[in-house]
Nanobody
Framework: VQLQASGGGLVQAGGSLRLSCAAS????????MGWYRQAPGKERELVAT???????NYADSVKGRFTISWDSAKNTVYLLMNSLKPEDTAVYYC????????????????????WGQGTQVTVSS
């Protein structure tokens, strides 16, 4: 299973971006997907998560500005970011929570979490 994130870029404060993260592979199920971010010199922090049942969780710093959604048919999670601020500047990472999948050898594998590569979001003031 691989997670491919896209949609990052440079935007002015107050602008919007939409991040996408597509999970590929022979996925059987996942408990949910999420977005985290890491700014220079800081630890990685939660941005938003969504479960298969549609329950969402947001960091206080992004509530009301960011919206997470998941297209289960495409195994793709999105993060719509509005009213962006310079402090939102970070590398954004997506993950898959408790994925179960089959390998090319038809073996079933269960992992705790799988991370995608990051996508840079830069918000200028």
């Amino acid at each position: 299973v691989q997670l491919q994130a896209s949609g990052g870029g440079l935007v002015q404060a107050g602008g919007s971006l939409r991040l996408s993260c597509a999970a590929s592979g022979r996925i059987i199920r996942m408990d949910g997907m999420g977005w985290y971010r890491q700014a220079p010199g800081k630890e990685r922090e939660l941005v938003a998560t969504i479960t298969t049942g549609g329950a969402t969780n947001y960091a206080d710093s992004v509530k009301g500005r960011f919206t997470i959604s998941w297209d289960s048919a495409k195994n793709t999670v999105y993060l719509l970011m509005n009213s962006l601020k310079p402090e939102d500047t970070a590398v954004y990472y997506c993950n898959a929570d408790q994925p179960v999948y089959k390998t090319v050898l038809d073996e079933m594998v269960a992992e705790r979490v799988i991370w995608g590569q990051g996508t840079q979001v830069t918000v200028s003031s």
